[in-house]
């Protein structure tokens, strides 16, 4: 068993204290002295030239400070994109222009085009509304594949067309992957779409820009993810302040799922306009403005072929994909379709040949980007389906099929160049047909018939890559920034301990976890570990929380910069105890001499750290404080293997999940509570999306989903009672905890699992369908049952 609040426990999560009882600091609840309060006046055309903006009216309303237009950020930095991605010709990708307010023309319905700042958020909106704006409506392009047909209008007429890149991987594959297909003795192909969405974190966006004018600084308060990133490309890109002159913070953060990592418009403008006004500025989103200023996830359109063998191994695999950028390149947008799209698809399995090639659109349409699981659930819906799709075709089954293909022998090098170090698929596939009780499917298969139901049963596996990496590689590959993590641990006089990382949290249970590890290598209570994040005055530089990295990178930091203190206390206590360093041993909270009865208690070492009188100043300087940066040398690869079971009901089309497994292997697992809720999580957004949730724009560019009334999230009666487990262990290699990642692994195994059941269940009923596209509404299902 663990120790009490070490690793392996599932200790109750300290931070829910504040959380359940209300007394959360969110940016929302912050208010500086004398703030105003912003209403951005936005686009309701996708697509257009502004003539003329009048502002006489709004200016002389009352309590309006002024008014900002596109025209007051002449020469000042756009929005930046943090990674360029290099098309299949070795040419750089198109990168237009992202002003912070339109200036020339609107390219999406949301698009900012005024700011009013006033004394009250309701004396903004009024002013907005009285501003005149005359726009020349042009035509919009939504669709992907017209956007880059001949003749297409373009979204900026400043590139030569909407296609940001064309890129292919690994592009000296392509002829070994034709020749393969043109020999394979079985060819499958589906065209899928991995439909767009809106992410919808509970909290919505807030941004509150403050300035202080004796000391010319910026303070920016803001729901960010990774709050260093935020004032390194605001400063250094947009509003050209230096960083020692700019804080930004981000205290607590209801919910990201990505939406949150991004630099918006809305922080810049408040902090441009507070030092403009010379007083504090804060915005507070609405959620219709989250619908149409929030970046948008996923929106793919794939084609994917499988070719066998006539021993139905896998010999090949090629995807041609449409991924849509929206109006402007959000920061880590270029990099979702491909490094973290195309390297994936070789998945679970040993296939010899890959070749991916992604084509990036622009449309008017909100900008998209990473959301939970950015490319990773796109690349394993693809190739999950299509091995669903090869079994039915081949009268083989689906299990057995993957079985025979699973890689089982590690480290494994992909031909889409990333190398997996640790691995058992067919353990996670075992646990999952245990507790997913698959043998008994065909006894709840008759039960459903005899009430007239559709059962289906859906399996599918997954790998992920977690914690991106190292930073010389992503360099090469377009990153425009490092993707290590930082901590300094300081230890008090009194042996409590404050960390301070650049890993921001945002619902994961940092403060829950982290401690955890901490007081596992000292052995203290975790109680005496306090984390401190979210506030670039107090912390060091950091890359903040996405892509499943906290424990892996951040978590890894705090490891080195603890091994430091441990060091050197080491070093305090051989004085103490009037020994060899080399023989002092650290246990259970006390350095002892080995193979005595000689001890000093953690406190006491401490102590002496800030009270040094028993050791001389010349070996050891007084205090005990740390930092390191960790830059991990590899990606970590979760993976998984996850069941669905639906039953149909032919009356209506409608899909109810019955049961839900899903079998992971996240490596060595700090927290099982706290995964588990991880899991449980990801596993509901990935059912709202194979179920229920698509973003829908008509062919004008009018968002038809823009509230809760036409996009549907799930509610706690559309998904069912989970079984999870993440006993099959095979820790990471190469970051010292063995963890890998376990944040986003639901949302990325879940909609393959539930769309392959709802297909089952249609073919089990003499249906030929062979596919239907997310969200599976009722609809759909009842369209593809009676076709």
């Not at 499958?188 to 300035?211: F, H, K, Q, S, W």
């Not at 599918?460 to 990153?479: D, F, H, K, M």
């Not at 641990?489 to 042996?495: D, E, L, P």
């Not at 404050?498 to 290598?521: L, N, Y």
Request: charged share 20%; glycine share 10%; proline share 5%.
């Amino acid at each position: 068993m663990p120790a009490d609040g070490g690793i392996g426990a599932s200790t109750k999560r300290r931070e829910d204290i504040r959380f359940l009882s209300g007394t959360g600091r969110y940016t929302d609840d912050l208010n500086r002295p004398g703030q105003a309060y912003v209403f951005f006046l936005r686009s309701n055309v996708a697509h257009g030239k502004i003539k003329s903006i009048n502002t006489d009216d709004a200016a002389a309303m009352p309590g309006v400070a002024r008014i900002f237009t596109g025209a007051d950020f002449e020469g000042v930095g756009g929005i930046p994109c943090g990674w360029q991605v290099t098309d299949k010709h070795g040419q750089p990708m198109q990168e237009p222009a992202h002003p912070v307010l339109a200036q020339g023309k609107v390219r999406h319905v949301g698009d900012p085009i005024a700011a009013v700042v006033a004394d009250t958020a309701e004396q903004a909106r009024d002013a907005a509304e009285a501003i005149e704006v005359d726009i020349e409506d042009l035509p919009a392009v939504i669709d992907m594949k017209k956007a880059v047909e001949e003749g297409a209008p373009k979204v900026h007429d400043d590139l030569t067309s909407n296609l940001c890149y064309d890129w292919g991987f690994v592009e000296e594959n392509k002829d070994a992957v034709e020749q393969a297909f043109q020999d394979a003795a079985h060819v499958t192909t589906l065209e899928l779409v991995n439909n767009r969405l809106i992410a919808n974190p509970m909290e919505p966006r807030v941004a509150i820009g403050d300035y202080d004018p004796a000391g010319d600084m910026s303070t920016l308060y803001t729901t960010s993810q990774n709050p260093h990133v935020i004032r390194l490309l605001m400063g250094a890109f947009v509003l050209g302040i230096p960083e020692h002159k700019l804080r930004v913070v981000s205290p607590d953060v209801g919910g990201g799922f990505g939406t949150k990592i991004f630099h918006y418009a809305e922080e810049a403008f408040c902090t441009f306009a507070a030092r403009a006004l010379k007083r504090p500025v804060k915005w507070t989103s609405s959620r219709s403005e989250a619908f149409m200023s929030d970046a948008h996830g996923r929106d793919h359109v794939s084609t994917i072929q499988l070719a066998l063998d006539a021993d139905n191994n896998f010999t090949a695999l090629r995807t041609d994909t449409y991924a849509n950028m929206g109006a402007y390149l959000s920061t880590f947008a270029p990099s979702v379709p491909t490094w973290l799209h195309g390297v994936l698809m070789a998945g679970n399995y040993k296939t010899p040949l890959i070749y991916v090639n992604v084509k990036a659109v622009f449309t008017n349409t909100v900008p998209v980007d990473a959301y939970r699981g950015a490319g990773r659930p796109e690349a394993t819906y693809q190739l999950e389906r299509v091995i669903d799709k090869a079994a039915r075709e081949l009268g083989v089954d689906p299990i057995a099929l993957r079985r025979q293909n699973f890689i089982t022998e590690f480290p494994y090098a992909t031909p889409v160049a990333v190398e997996y170090d640790t691995g058992d698929y067919h353990a996670t596939m075992d646990k999952l047909e245990e507790i997913a009780d698959l043998s008994g499917f065909e006894a709840r298969l008759a039960e459903s018939k005899s009430r007239g139901k559709l059962r289906g049963l859906g399996v599918n596996c997954y790998i992920e890559a977690c914690g991106i990496a190292p930073s010389n590689l992503v360099g090469q590959l377009g990153a425009r920034a490092g993707l290590y993590e930082s901590a300094t641990v300081r230890v008090n006089a009194t042996g409590g301990l404050v960390v301070m990382t650049g890993s921001h949290s945002h619902g994961q249970g940092h403060e829950t976890a982290f401690p955890q590890v901490i007081a596992e290598m000292i052995g203290i209570d975790a109680s005496m570990v306090e984390i401190v994040h979210g506030d670039t005055a107090n912390a060091p530089m950091g890359m903040g929380t996405y892509g499943s990295r906290s424990l892996a990178v951040g978590g890894s930091a705090m490891v080195r910069a603890t091994e430091k203190i441990i060091a050197k206390a080491k070093k305090i206590a051989a004085h103490l105890l009037e020994a060899s360093e080399g023989d002092i041993e650290l246990k259970d909270g006390a350095f002892s001499v080995a193979g005595t009865d000689k001890s000093v208690a953690w406190g006491d070492v401490t102590l002496a750290a800030y009270v040094p009188h028993n050791y001389p100043l010349e070996d050891i300087e007084p205090g005990l404080e740390e930092t390191a940066f960790y830059d991990p040398n590899n990606f970590t690869y979760p993976s998984g293997a996850y069941a669905c079971e639906v039953e149909v009901d032919p009356d209506t089309g409608k899909a109810t999940i019955e049961r839900f497994a899903a079998a992971d292997d996240f490596g060595n697992i700090v927290n099982p509570m706290i995964v588990d809720g991880q899991v449980h999580g990801g596993i509901a957004q990935g059912i709202g999306q194979a179920l229920l949730e698509g973003c829908v724009y008509d062919e004008d560019g009018q968002l038809l989903t823009g509230s809760y009334m036409d996009y549907a999230m799930p509610r706690a009666d559309d998904v069912p009672y989970y079984h999870v487990d993440h006993s099959c262990q095979t820790p990471c290699t190469h970051n010292p905890l063995g963890v890998k990642g376990c944040g986003e692994a639901g949302a990325i195994g879940s909609p393959p699992a539930v769309v392959n059941a709802v297909v089952d269940a249609l073919q089990r009923n003499g249906s030929s369908i062979t596919h239907i596209d997310m969200p599976l509404s009722p609809s759909r299902v009842w369209a593809a049952m009676t076709q």
